[in-house]
């Protein structure tokens, strides 16, 4: 599953233009190593970010929310 979470190093500044694209999204940071992928965003809401992400996530990798 990670595998398909990972953003390579070359797509970072895309996937942060299109985090900080969301609506409460304002900020936003990309670090993927070879055994994690971490997100960090500055969100309006707390609530609306987080699903927000976990919809973005689920969008680029292809995973449905549910799994």
Do not use: F, Q
């Amino acid at each position: 599953m990670r595998e398909k979470l990972a953003v390579p190093e070359a797509e970072w500044s895309h996937a942060i233009g299109d985090l900080c694209n969301l609506p409460h999204v304002e900020e936003a940071a990309v670090l993927s190593t070879c055994n994690r992928m971490e997100i960090y965003v500055v969100a309006l809401s707390w609530h609306r970010g987080v699903k927000e992400v976990t919809e973005w996530m689920s969008r680029i990798s292809g995973i449905p929310l549910g799994d």
